[in-house]
């Protein structure tokens, strides 16, 4: 099994203007050399593409197995209000006479979970095929089917039966999903276009004509990148290194120092503004339990802060200067060498 689609194009006249993906149907039992999780490879393939939201989803059952699948199943879930799934019931010519009561009531959407609704067909032969019959002889032998059938050609009357009928509901709810998808086409085309004029925008009318400003063009374009990678980079260091800050502390010592200095500073400020002489210990000024708190809270946060300030007014200069003019001017240097080589 290959991930890859075969593509085929017809063009005609007559056909209507569809894009068909046939997916595979979905193996329970490996058979000769494929892989014991063939079944779910199939699943998982054919969720890649019914999951979008501008497909509709056809699922194909015949006639005389059991209408309530897996491919339904696994319809329902991507699609649980049915308005992109259409159900194709084939083979009624195989249908036992016992069981056309319940093929109408699918027909009639009466029995399966809501979905678009659900048409059936019957398809061509292998003996049609191998006796070359034309396609057009072969279509009316699918009519005349429907219409002599006692139960079936109800279906016909009503346009849910053949496959010219079928083409036309798909065209027609190909159009009505379309009308439908159109608003939020229109938002992803106009995000589109906005992304690209500030792509745009970054290289003002784009690259010179002229040869000899062609090569200030580009040194410039890639100073400009270099840049915004390095400051990207610049950026992750510094989150990197303050994450680690807060993970391990490694500012005891200097915190310690801070907070006795911010101590030391607030009792000169109490001495002077009480006009007394400094006490040899920090128990003259009595304060309540609150006010204490308040104090010692107060004398942290200013040790805190003051040393934050001064490794950020370390720290990020330096970081940045490593950035721009070591790292950035070896890149650009090499890259310089590299477009001269082209």
């Not at 209507?16 to 199939?42: M, Y």
């Not at 993970?247 to 010592?253: A, E, F, H, K, L």
């Not at 030391?264 to 003259?284: F, K």
Request: aromatic share 6%; charged share 30%.
């Amino acid at each position: 099994m290959t991930d890859k689609l075969i593509s085929l194009e017809v063009t005609s006249t007559n056909v209507p203007d569809l894009t068909f993906i046939d997916l595979p149907g979905i193996a329970h039992v490996p058979v000769k050399a494929q892989p014991e999780d063939i079944g779910e490879q199939i699943k998982r393939w054919i969720k890649k593409f019914i999951t979008k939201q501008d497909i509709i989803i056809l699922v194909v059952v015949p006639c005389n197995v059991d209408i309530t699948t897996t491919a339904l199943k696994m319809a329902e879930e991507v699609d649980p209000n049915g308005e992109r799934t259409l159900g194709i019931l084939t083979k009624p010519d195989l249908v036992d006479k016992d069981e056309e009561d319940e093929v109408m009531s699918v027909i009639n959407n009466i029995i399966i979970y809501p979905i678009k609704g659900s048409m059936i067909v019957r398809c061509r032969g292998q003996q049609v095929i191998m006796d070359r019959t034309p396609f057009d002889e072969a279509i009316q032998m699918e009519k005349d089917f429907f219409i002599e059938h006692p139960h079936f050609r109800m279906p016909y009357k009503e346009g849910k039966a053949t496959i010219p009928k079928l083409a036309e509901k798909l065209t027609l709810e190909l159009v009505l999903h379309i009308e439908k998808s159109l608003p939020q086409l229109k938002e992803q085309i106009q995000l589109m276009l906005a992304e690209t004029q500030t792509e745009l925008d970054r290289f003002n009318s784009g690259p010179p004509t002229d040869p000899e400003q062609w090569m200030d063009f580009v040194t410039d374009t890639k100073i400009e990148n270099i840049k915004q990678l390095k400051e990207s980079e610049a950026e992750t260091m510094l989150k990197t290194q303050f994450k680690m800050e807060l993970m391990i502390y490694t500012q005891y010592s200097v915190y310690t120092n801070t907070l006795n200095m911010w101590n030391r500073t607030e009792e000169e400020v109490e001495r002077q503004s009480h006009n007394v002489a400094r006490p040899p210990s920090n128990s003259l000024y009595k304060y309540s339990d609150t006010e204490s708190t308040l104090k010692a809270l107060k004398h942290h946060l200013k040790s805190y802060y003051s040393i934050m300030s001064k490794r950020l007014a370390d720290q990020v200069p330096l970081v940045i200067k490593h950035k721009v003019l070591q790292e950035s001017a070896v890149q650009l240097q090499r890259e310089m060498r590299q477009l001269k080589k082209h």
